[in-house]
Structures are given as C-alpha cells and as structure tokens.
C-alpha cells in the first residue's frame, strides 16, 4: 500500500501539471476528434460493405408495429414527443439558434468564439451536404416516414449539424463557468439534445441507425477539431485571448 501510495503521488502530481497546462485542452479536443473520427471511417467501410443492414433493419422493425408499419411502438404522445424534438435539429432551428449566438457574441465583443460558430456551424453543414452527395445513400423505405424529408441519407444531417451546434455552444458556454457543476451541466445538456435527435430521426423512420451514428461521431469530430483549432491559434497568439465575462473588470486597477 504505501508503495502505491508513492507512485501515485507523482502520478496526481503530473496530472495537475497537464491540466494547468495550455497545450492539454488542445491536445484532448484533437483526441476526442481523431476517436470521433475513427468512428465514423468505421462505419463508412461496414455500411459500404454491406454489413450493417440486418442491424438497420432489426432496429427499425422492432420501433413499429408488426401489422403496421406507419404505427410506432409506443403511446401517441411519443410520437408527437420525437416530432417536436426532431425539429431542433433542422435547418430552421440550427440556423436561428447559430445566428442568435453570433450576435451575442459579437455585441460581447468575442469575435474569436463568433468565428468558432460561424465556422463549425457552417463547415459541418457544407461537409453533411457534401458527404450526403458522395455516399447517396436511399432513404429507409422498410417502414413509413411519419415526417416529410426530401434528401438522401448517409450521414444523418439531423445528427451531425445538432452534434456540431450543441456541443459547439454547450463548450463555449463551459469555458466561461468557473464552477465545474455548471461545465458538467453545460455540456451533458448539449450531449443530451444531440442524442435525442439522432434517435428522433431513427424513431421517425427517416434514416437507418447507422446514418444516426455516423452523423454523431463526424459531428462531434467536426466540433472538437474546430475547437481544438480555436485554442491552437489563441496560444500561437494569432487570435487574441479574449477575457471571460467579469475578467477585465478584475484585472483594472482600482481608481483611488
């Protein structure tokens, strides 16, 4: 025991160092975006291959009713419950939501973090659209649509623009709370919106599972290589460090 005790000191030692350092939250953002990444490759080469389709099917057979599939499973208010959820993550919405926090930003006078939305926002749904037309992937005709959708499939638009939105924001607003509950509560409400988007759409009959899938882990990659991106340059000094809310305040000296 004391022998553990000896070696984990200089390991908790260590890891306080890396977390006051600059370079680690660079470092962990590309992490989680090379993962996120990797996700999706591996998926591209299952559907590709045709080995996701028994999985496609059994998850949307198992959410409708056997005798009738433009029935879901479920009670009614389920239904209507997704329909409202799954209109967070349409064009609509993300664009309004994105334009309301550029301004804010803006009238904050942080225009590095407004650029970081414009960008992510932007580049995720220009690479969706892109990606959509490349893979040309039908929609799922096993079961009824319950909503009107007019593009193809592969990834889930829904998916990857409510992950690159929502953890885009939930991040941001992370990064100015100094209490950690309030990070925490931050980002596992933006993770929790992107999950019950990506569900809705399954849900709904709109996208196979795997389009869900691959729209989470491209998004979530999109969003952390852009963050990770942001950091980058503010340690490099080509985009200034913009003080948290209350900083400047308490860094002015007080007048006599």
Not at 52 to 60: G, K, N, S
Not at 216 to 226: D, E, K, Q, S
């Amino acid at each position: 025991m004391t022998s553990f005790r000896r070696l984990s000191r200089p390991a908790a030692r260590l890891w306080r160092w890396l977390r006051r350092r600059a370079e680690f939250a660079v470092l962990a953002a590309l992490l989680l975006a090379a993962a996120a990444l990797l996700g999706f490759i591996a998926l591209v080469d299952e559907v590709l291959e045709g080995e996701t389709h028994a999985f496609d099917e059994a998850i949307l057979r198992a959410l409708r009713n056997p005798a009738d599939s433009a029935d879901p499973t479920g009670p009614w208010w389920l239904e209507a419950m997704f329909r409202d959820i799954t209109a967070l993550g349409g064009t609509t919405v993300i664009t309004l939501i994105t334009l309301a926090a550029i301004v804010y930003l803006l009238i904050e006078s942080k225009r590095a973090a407004a650029l970081l939305v414009l960008v992510s926002v932007g580049g995720g749904t220009l690479l969706s659209q892109a990606l959509k037309g490349a893979f040309a992937r039908p929609r799922p005709e096993l079961v009824a649509h319950l909503v009107d959708v007019r593009t193809l499939s592969f990834p889930s638009g829904h998916a990857m623009l409510s992950a690159v939105t929502f953890l885009t924001l939930g991040a941001l607003l992370a990064r100015v709370q100094p209490r950690r509950r309030l990070k925490v509560y931050f980002l596992g409400v933006a993770v929790t919106l992107t999950l019950l988007i990506g569900a809705s759409r399954v849900y709904l009959g709109v996208h196979w599972p795997t389009d869900v899938l691959a729209g989470w882990c491209l998004g979530a990659a999109w969003a952390m290589l852009c963050w990770a991106v942001m950091l980058g340059l503010q340690r490099s000094g080509r985009i200034a460090d913009e003080p948290e809310p209350g900083e400047a305040r308490d860094r002015a000296p007080a007048k006599e």
